[in-house]
């Protein structure tokens, strides 16, 4: 097994997909399962596999995410020897410049393996939520002399047009990779955005690759240069695996951990997420309070109604108010007797007194965004305050910060975005 291993974690995406929720924040930043953020995920599966030396590249909208890593003291990651180191691009006298790909970034910061004699490199992404134990990855990639390593897993053949495919023989090998490909044919095999690179490797390829594309991405150009010209192996994974790159996805997979038996356990005491704690009171039902099959982070105050919804730190739901199949982050307000329903609501929200966020049966998609927000879900950004008695539509966009001055009228049509 190899003793001196290293992970880069990508983590500078805007996250676009996912509407006004990544407006001031970075996509792994964004919270996730009431108290946790995307990036934990990651970091824990570093951790819990022994990983101690990791390297977090960001770029778009990074200090909420610097400030929830610190140190890394929630991961175990403030020691004298390793830990984590975020790095973001810089402008030098030399050299330095915005990160152009996933694997632009990795080689403005090959310095990072190189000066720490990585006998491994594990690339990593921070936007995924999983549990997965890289030491069986390692392994695998040890036992097979492999200079390149691809997590992979089993899609639904109707979304392999959102992955890169691989194509194996029978040990395993890679002979084949399609990104993104338009018909069926090419298998179900789907990459994950894990690997692990022998560090000669990956050096050579990306200092050839860099001179000629200046955009160099794993998915688009590593992967494919190195299957006729190395060792490159495809390591399955039978796990729980989710992208929540998207409004929906991000919704579903919030609304499925609060479920009596989740698809991930966040309670496994062999293999803990880890996140940067928030000092808050124990989460307060009132008399009148009633919360069914939800996850109540701690800080919250219901004292009206919440069935099946993930709540974030300090959430306040007052009496007379019903909140359902919904996510609401940290401190938002949710006035007497207001709706929410099958919404996403960013952070310190105002929902005012007799509000309906998401109601009726409109199903138009949002006409600024139609390819994010089709399903039904209405999406409020940070700070947002939501006028007493106004009645919004499903598939509705509030961008951060708007006031009640900014309603034109008290009611926002399905579709519609203010």
Not at 182 to 199: C, E, H, Q, T, W
Not at 387 to 399: Q, Y
């Amino acid at each position: 097994m190899f003793t001196r291993m290293v992970a880069m974690l990508m983590a500078g995406g805007a996250g676009t997909r996912l509407s006004v929720l990544s407006d001031y924040q970075a996509k792994p930043a964004v919270p996730f399962a009431g108290k946790f953020r995307i990036i934990d995920f990651t970091l824990s599966n570093c951790v819990n596999s022994g990983i101690y030396e990791i390297a977090v590249l960001t770029q778009y909208q990074p200090h909420s995410l610097h400030r929830h890593i610190g140190i890394g003291r929630a991961w175990d990651l403030d020691r004298q020897r390793g830990g984590v180191y975020l790095r973001q691009p810089f402008m030098g006298r030399q050299a330095g410049d915005w990160y152009q790909g996933t694997a632009d970034a990795v080689y403005q910061n090959m310095d990072f393996y190189v000066d720490k004699r990585a006998e491994a490199v594990l690339i990593l992404s921070g936007d995924h939520v999983y549990k997965m134990d890289y030491r069986l990855m390692l392994e695998f990639h040890e036992a097979n002399a492999a200079d390149l390593t691809v997590a992979v897993r089993n899609v639904p053949l109707e979304e392999t047009h959102r992955f890169g495919i691989m194509t194996v023989d029978a040990g395993s090998r890679v002979v084949e990779f399609t990104e993104k490909p338009r018909n069926r044919d090419k298998g179900s095999l789907a990459s994950m955005g894990i690997y692990v690179f022998n560090p000669a490797v990956l050096s050579e390829s990306l200092t050839r690759m860099r001179s000629q594309v200046s955009d160099l991405d794993f998915g688009k150009h590593v992967i494919p240069s190195l299957i006729e010209q190395a060792r490159v192996f495809a390591y399955r994974f039978e796990g729980y695996w989710v992208d929540v790159g998207t409004v929906h996805a991000y919704w579903e997979a919030n609304l499925e951990m609060a479920q009596p038996v989740p698809p991930l356990d966040l309670y496994d005491r062999d293999w803990v997420i880890h996140t940067r704690d928030q000092e808050r009171p124990a989460a307060k039902i009132g008399r009148h309070g009633r919360v069914l099959t939800s996850l109540v982070s701690n800080g919250c105050v219901v004292r009206g109604t919440v069935d099946r919804c993930v709540l974030s730190p300090g959430v306040y739901v007052s009496p007379g108010a019903t909140v359902r199949r919904a996510v609401i982050l940290d401190d938002t307000w949710i006035g007497p007797g207001a709706l929410v329903d099958m919404a996403i609501l960013d952070a310190n929200v105002v929902v005012g007194s007799g509000a309906m966020v998401g109601c009726g049966e409109d199903f138009t998609p949002n006409l600024a965004q139609p390819e994010w927000l089709d399903s039904g879900i209405t999406v409020v950004g940070e700070r947002a305050r939501i006028p007493a008695g106004a009645r919004l539509g499903r598939n509705v966009i509030i961008h951060p910060e708007r006031s009640e001055g900014d309603f034109a009228s008290p009611v926002v049509p399905s579709g519609e975005t203010v």
